[in-house]
């Protein structure tokens, strides 16, 4: 039993440290869109202020939504692989005891 929690236990801190540096990696499109701020502010004509607004909302909005698949999936992973260990041991108390 002692096992089967230890496993659980480890899977579940993996899957936590995953999540984590996934979420460190969108902060850093933060940094990213405040650089464009930046640099927004010396261009020196409209319609390239618009153009460059253009390309970074669509550049924005693709990786968010790749970020935000990625934060959905990683939870779903840690759920299924951390009930496995506990699957696995309880299968192999029934199959024991039959």
Known sequence: MNVILEKTY????????????????????????FEFACGLIAMKSLPEMVERSTEQVHKQFDLAAAQHKELWALPEKMATETAEPIKTGLSRAFNKTA
């Open 10 to 33: 480890s899977t579940t801190a993996k899957g936590v440290a995953d999540y984590n540096l996934k979420l460190f990696e969108a902060r850093a499109n933060t940094d990213a869109a």
